[in-house]
């Protein structure tokens, strides 16, 4: 089984362009670009996993989670699951080719028209009419659609038997996953979904709409070069005015680092909110002249994961995997089910509550998860009994979101991310969330459970799974970091409030200035394709956005548009 990925050892010393990350925004670039005819390098910080090779049991998921606090780090840089742990807030990223596609629910939403009616954004945004071309061309290739049989789902009726109580009906949201089957944008054959409730994991069967299968093999096929394991640590300007991209290899084991440098006149940062944001901080600790709101207005996207124990009623919220670890058993897609939450006098105040499933990898070490909070009882029962059968049957997940007030901020510590927000935890939002979260689950009868993990080293912290801003989109280099179409000020001496550095720019959650107030690839998505549309524009090339046709290929053997 081959992939997309090339060795490092092949690397040629410049392209045309280079992307750094493969998550929404960087795969769209590559894609956009290999199409225009470029010679393009996509640099990744984490390793390629195929369909197939995601966790599937406990010991296979331990290694697949890596850890980092000011002063630790624990696991594998390759693993797939990059935990922040910070003083003020815990941040949860994806790390592999594909980014954060690979491992989440794919809830694909459209923000409310009012988020971008925000003066924070500039008025170009919603006026040139490429957002909404934008959002087209994503639902074109990431192809969200609600479960025809979400209504029939046991943690469906769940949240609807408890919502309902309370005067909200859910309703099926939208999500990238194919529950039909079938041939993608990239010309990719995915299978029908199995509802086997393992999104959050990785898609074993090949039926969530990822990035690697859909932009990525794209640009592959176009003949763009990936390479992972290649962690980018700044950007820097060549006397001729192109850029040079500093690289660090990451898959030295345990040797020596080795660094590199690779040229191109266009460097794309889609590194995600948290890799942008610190490839910029360092380039300019190395001279790199960037806007002073650099590391401002990070927003949580007023994200909250929760749980409910105890209900009386049955859930069936634990993934059993594929193949399947328990016959018979139908849970879902990681997300089937959604209440919302609408305020039409203020924004601030709406909110989507998820029910979620979580991956059957961590079916094993649930019981022990909540042990902390002292239900020791029903942990020993499911020891005994299974989670699909004991407690844990009825164990309720909850993903919420909604807004926060993008204040807080990223600094390099020791060469490190940092991210500062004392005043986190009482942003107005957890507690809504929390009024709420808690009336779903007492009404099914259960104990509401912020965080299970609250006597451990993740602490009473808020964290997310939906990090923004650090590089926030502005009008002019005072108030943001890039100007509408990406393209990064330039705070260089006798340049003007809206220069440029030609040739750079963001297109990922990093540029966004504000929560969303919904699961954010969606918009992450357009904007990048928005962003590509006004570079072809301006460096005066063009690419074709229509879907692939008339060649298929399987999810297993993508490797083979790479080599073709």
Not at 235 to 244: F, N, V
Not at 268 to 288: D, Y
Request: charged share 20%; net charge neutral; with cysteine.
């Amino acid at each position: 089984m081959t992939g997309l990925s090339r060795p490092l050892d092949t690397v040629k010393d410049q392209y045309d362009a280079i992307v750094v990350g493969s998550g929404y925004g960087g795969g769209v670039a590559a894609s956009r670009l290999a199409r225009a005819g470029k010679r393009v390098a996509v640099f990744e910080r984490g390793r390629e996993v195929l369909t197939g090779q995601f966790p599937s049991r406990f010991p296979d998921m331990k290694n697949e989670l890596q850890v980092s606090g000011k002063r630790m780090h624990t696991g594998p840089s390759s693993a797939l699951f990059d935990v922040r742990l910070g003083e003020d807030m815990h941040v949860l990223v994806g790390c592999g080719l594909g980014g954060g596609s690979l491992v989440n629910a794919g809830v694909a939403l459209r923000p409310d028209a009012r988020v971008f009616a925000d003066e924070v954004w500039p008025g170009q945004i919603h006026q040139d009419g490429f957002l909404d071309e934008g959002f087209q061309r994503a639902t074109c290739w990431l192809n969200p659609q609600s479960d025809p049989k979400a209504q029939t789902l046991t943690k469906f009726q769940s949240l609807k038997t408890a919502g309902s109580k309370l005067g909200y009906e859910p309703i099926a949201p939208t999500i990238t996953i194919n529950f039909d089957g079938g041939i993608n944008a990239a010309g990719v054959e995915q299978p029908a979904c199995t509802r086997c409730g393992d999104c959050c994991g990785g898609c074993n069967v090949g039926a969530k709409t990822s990035v690697a299968l859909t932009y990525l093999t794209d640009a592959a096929r176009n003949g763009a070069e990936l390479f992972t394991r290649a962690g980018v640590r700044f950007i820097s300007k060549a006397a001729d005015g192109s850029w040079l991209v500093h690289v660090r290899r990451l898959d030295t084991n345990g040797s020596a680092p080795q660094d590199f440098i690779v040229k191109a006149p266009v460097v794309v940062l889609g590194a995600g909110t948290l890799g942008t944001s610190e490839i910029l901080l360092r380039s300019r600790e190395n001279g790199l002249a960037l806007s002073d709101r650099l590391g401002h207005r990070f927003s949580a996207n007023g994200d909250i994961i929760a749980f409910g124990y105890g209900a009386k009623i049955p859930v069936n919220a634990v993934g059993v995997g594929y193949p399947s670890k328990v016959e018979d058993m139908e849970i879902g897609a990681a997300v089937s089910g959604q209440i919302e939450i609408d305020d039409d006098s203020d924004l601030t105040q709406e909110l989507r509550v998820q029910e979620g499933a979580l991956p059957s990898a961590l079916a094993p070490v649930l019981p022990v998860l909540f042990i902390p909070n002292g239900r020791l009882l029903g942990a020993i029962k499911s020891l005994v009994a299974g989670v699909y059968k004991g407690p844990f049957a009825s164990l309720q997940t909850f993903f919420a979101v909604s807004h926060d007030s993008a204040s807080g901020r990223f600094v390099l510590e020791n060469d490190r991310l940092s991210l500062h927000w004392p005043t986190a935890k009482d942003e107005p939002v957890y507690k809504r969330l929390d009024q709420i979260l808690s009336s779903i689950v007492n009404e099914a009868g259960g104990s509401y459970v912020k965080n299970p993990l609250a006597g451990s080293v993740m602490g009473h912290q808020p964290a997310t799974a939906h990090p923004l801003g650090g590089a926030g989109i502005g009008r002019e280099r005072s108030d943001g970091v890039v100007n509408h179409k990406g393209q990064v000020f330039d705070a260089g001496a006798g340049r003007g409030s809206t220069d440029v550095h030609h040739g750079l720019y963001v297109v990922d959650g990093a540029s966004m200035p504000r929560s969303l107030g919904v699961n954010p690839l969606f918009t992450i998505t357009a904007l990048a394709e928005r962003a590509l549309m006004h570079m072809a524009q301006d460096l005066r090339f063009s690419f074709d956005a229509e879907p692939v046709r008339g060649t298929t290929v399987a999810p297993a053997e993508i490797g083979s548009v790479a080599a073709a």
